[in-house]
């Protein structure tokens, strides 16, 4: 059974950092993508950064330079570093994972749409 947990969301001025971290379980795929996704309230989810097993990072422009998606296969951990936070960021984010994916880019912009495994999110909440 696939497990993804959220942590390390959290609240912060603008400007701050925060890390998430997404363990996983029950993953044995060796082709698939992981990524970031967020829904703000009033809003529809987006994708925010992606990966696929060939190390393939795919951000959306608004993080760009600011986020760091990466991986740690041999604690199966997905991260998401996350610099200059602003008040935008404010959203509940959610790691997932689809065993079907190759492509990191094509994967941000389904918004997750074609991801079977969900965890069950992270509040981040960012000030002004």
């Known amino acids: 059974q696939v497990q993804l947990v959220e942590s390390g969301g959290g609240s912060v001025q603008a400007g701050g950092s925060l890390k998430l971290s997404c363990a996983t379980s029950?993953?044995?795929?060796?082709?698939?993508?992981m990524g970031w996704f967020r829904q703000g309230p009033g809003k529809q989810r987006e994708g925010v950064a992606t990966v696929d097993s060939d190390g393939t990072s795919a951000y959306r422009d608004s993080v760009k330079g600011r986020f760091t998606i990466s991986k740690d296969n041999a604690k199966n951990i997905l991260y998401l570093q996350m610099n200059s936070l602003k008040p935008e960021d404010t959203a509940m984010y959610y790691c997932?994972?689809?065993?079907?994916?190759?492509?990191?880019?094509?994967?941000?912009?389904?918004?997750?749409?074609?991801?079977?495994?969900w965890g069950q999110g992270t509040q981040v909440t960012v000030s002004s």
């Open positions: 029950g993953y044995t795929y060796s082709t698939y993508c």
């Open positions: 997932a994972a689809d065993p079907d994916c190759t492509n990191a880019h094509y994967a941000l912009g389904t918004h997750g749409r074609d991801f079977d495994y």
